[in-house]
């Protein structure tokens, strides 16, 4: 599914650049067993493959703010588009809110 955090893929979700000598990466929102309602439900960004998804400093893989930043960016996006923070506690097991 494509995303609904981020409708514009050219440029990173958390820096802005465009990708260019960085090229962007699709970034799963909730990884895990919960990787697979990431794709289902559009929870997914754009990110700078190594600056900010994999190896920067404060890359989501490597820093737990960034990736608690992302969560509660899909959190609002999949309550703004599916339901109740109840229901999307129900689905993905914790409110990053």
């Not at 893929?9 to 697979?36: I, S, V």
Request: include cysteine.
């Amino acid at each position: 599914m494509k995303s609904i955090m981020q409708e514009d893929r050219t440029y990173c979700f958390l820096c802005g650049r465009n990708g260019y000598g960085d090229p962007l990466e699709e970034h799963h929102a909730f990884g895990g067993p919960n990787r697979k309602h990431s794709e289902q439900d559009g929870l997914k960004v754009y990110l700078c493959g190594n600056r900010c998804h994999r190896n920067g400093k404060n890359a989501v893989h490597q820093c737990g703010k960034t990736a608690d930043y992302i969560h509660a960016e899909a959190q609002k996006a999949w309550e703004a588009k599916y339901g109740t923070r109840e229901e999307f506690m129900a689905r993905y097991g914790k409110n990053y809110l």
